[in-house]
């Protein structure tokens, strides 16, 4: 079973064209993205980096390590 998957961010929307475009090239949560995206998450440090075989399927830890640091660079801790 795979994770949950968003919209995909470059599919066409009516306003704007692309998600990607409310996003500044040079926004620090490109960068945030960038990093996350090259860790290796399959090391022993990190658990649950791969999906379950049943039940509802979660979401990926890449994008919630990325929404994450997202907040901890703007002071805004999470909800739960």
Known sequence: MNYR????????????????????????????????NDLDLAKPEFTKTSPALMGRPAYDPRGLLTLHLYGCLHRVRSSR
């Open 5 to 36: 998957q968003g919209t995909d961010r470059n599919r066409i929307q009516l306003l704007p064209p692309s998600i990607e475009d409310y996003v500044h090239p040079q926004a620090p949560v490109r960068v945030i993205d960038v990093f996350v």
